[in-house]
């Protein structure tokens, strides 16, 4: 594709022939900035890494939008992403104070303001449509609450997200909030909007866009906190650490790669996954073999259920030396063989100078190491943050800290907590009773005509005839 600046791209989503947005280079950070960087605040740690790639947001609009998204109100505390040590060594990031309880709300928050901003230069209206089984749908809403020009319309599962998720979603009272509570499982509500998105005249008329795992402005924002991480475990830049990161889609440590790239001092870069190992066979074996959707397994780390990571396409850009036929040949083994193989090639030598280690965990796994961690340490942590530790535990060197990412807040997931400690697990201020509050929600069977008309009745509709600058996305 031409070249294209931030703001377009921020609300676009694929690239005109289906494939992801990257930057054209990662931009190096020498000695001295880092040094600079060292001391800032969150948000002006998050202005100075993002204006890298933000190259069309004015200097001084971009740090106003930083510092009103990473406040303390948002996330607790000045840190706003704190480091706690477990022992010498070994460390939790804590990425999961944010609205949601999940790390989504680090990147989703700022979404959110840059959407409202850069809407509001262009005078235009954005329609979120997504479908959500739990978390990003819930990001997604907060995030965009109460702004101007955006609506959302999210929809649900009816009936099988757990009471607190639930809860969260459906207790908003924003106008411009719309939970569609569907008749079906997730891929139904998947499909609905795949069956809205490929409709490109509605799309367009609507002003319909999302704000899907493959949105570059997510990843950038998750760069920020791999630095901040560094920054809090460290004490000179001659030292260097590792990060273990709970994968699903690739988004999070694909942020982690990408700050190695900038000149973080990362050692390893740990890729933690469930029994959905498709990450981990990667990084052992060089095969990446997406599964069916039969052989992905529900588990209970269910935000890490998932059978094709759909960020990954960004990485393998970066081992194909951004050789744009070399990505193009290796996607199209995938879609005619169903995996592809870089062992012995090219990518394999660049791969193995990208610090990746991997492992994955199953269900007794994650029971067990939120039993030791609460016994060792005092501390609960959720179960995608526990397969974290667990396959961090492997990778440990002597002189370098591992940071492990915390992904959610264990009170999201009262079941897998109350099997491993026998206790409720803890509930942040705020939080209580938020399943009695009343709740706002639509009911609707699976259909595609019926979702259109809600949408099209509480949209305004452009003239067929409007150009619209935003392409279509996942
Ligand atoms: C989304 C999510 C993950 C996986 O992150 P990716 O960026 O998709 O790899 C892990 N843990 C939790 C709690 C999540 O919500």
């Avoid at 070249?3 to 992801?20: K, N, Q, V, W």
């Avoid at 001391?39 to 200097?59: K, M, T, W």
């Avoid at 230069?121 to 907060?142: F, K, P």
């Avoid at 990362?266 to 981990?280: G, H, I, K, M, P």
Wanted: aromatic share 8%.
């Amino acid at each position: 594709m031409p070249p294209a600046r931030f703001t377009e791209i921020l609300l676009g989503g694929l690239a005109p022939d289906g494939g992801l947005v990257v930057p054209e280079h990662y931009p190096r950070v020498d000695a001295a900035t880092l040094a600079r960087w060292r001391s800032l605040p969150y948000a002006d740690l998050a202005f100075e890494i993002l204006r890298l790639y933000a190259d069309d947001l004015p200097a001084a609009k971009l740090r106003a939008i930083c510092r009103r998204t990473y406040t303390a109100e948002v996330f607790g505390s000045d840190d706003v992403t704190p480091l706690v040590e477990l022992e010498p060594g070994l460390a939790l990031l804590k990425l999961s104070n944010g609205p949601t309880l999940a790390f989504k709300d680090v990147a989703m928050q700022l979404l959110g303001a840059l959407f409202e901003h850069v809407l509001r230069e262009q005078n235009r209206e954005l329609n979120i449509l997504g479908a959500t089984s739990g978390d990003t749908g819930s990001a997604a809403e907060y995030a965009m609450r109460g702004r101007a020009a955006i609506q959302v319309f999210m929809l649900s599962p009816y009936g099988r997200m757990s009471a607190f998720q639930t809860a969260q979603m459906y207790s908003l009272a924003d106008a411009n909030v719309f939970n569609i509570a569907v008749d079906g499982v997730f891929d139904e509500c998947q499909d609905l909007v795949k069956a809205v998105s490929n409709d490109l005249l509605f799309k367009r008329r609507h002003s319909i866009g999302s704000v899907n795992s493959i949105n570059w402005a997510r990843v950038a924002a998750q760069i920020v906190y791999y630095f901040k991480g560094f920054f809090a475990a460290t004490r000179a830049n001659d030292e260097r650490v590792s990060f273990a990161v709970p994968s699903g889609n690739f988004g999070n440590v694909l942020a982690g790669h990408i700050a190695r790239q900038m000149g973080l001092p990362v050692s390893r870069l740990v890729v933690a996954t469930n029994e959905n190992d498709v990450l981990d066979e990667f990084v052992r074996t060089g095969r990446y073999r997406p599964r069916a959707a039969a052989e992905t397994h529900h588990t209970s780390s269910p935000s890490m259920d998932i059978s094709k990571a759909s960020n990954f396409e960004r990485f393998v850009f970066d081992l194909a030396a951004h050789d744009p036929a070399r990505v193009r040949a290796l996607w199209s083994a995938l879609e005619r063989e169903g995996q592809f193989d870089i062992a012995g090639s090219a990518e394999a030598e660049r791969f193995a100078a990208c610090g990746f280690a991997s492992g994955s965990s199953t269900h007794a796994d994650r029971v067990a190491t939120i039993r030791a961690t609460h016994e060792r340490y005092g501390v609960v942590v959720d179960p995608h943050t526990a397969d974290g530790l667990r396959v961090a535990r492997d990778w440990r060197e002597p002189g370098v800290t591992m940071i492990c990412l915390e992904t959610a807040q264990p009170a999201k997931f009262a079941d897998t907590i109350r099997e491993a400690i026998g206790a409720e697990p803890p509930r942040p201020a705020g939080y209580e009773g938020i399943e009695s509050l009343p709740q706002r929600f639509e009911r609707m069977p699976a259909d595609v005509e019926r979702l259109k008309r809600y949408i099209a009745e509480r949209t305004e509709a452009l003239p067929s005839s409007v150009d619209c600058r935003w392409r279509a996305d996942g």
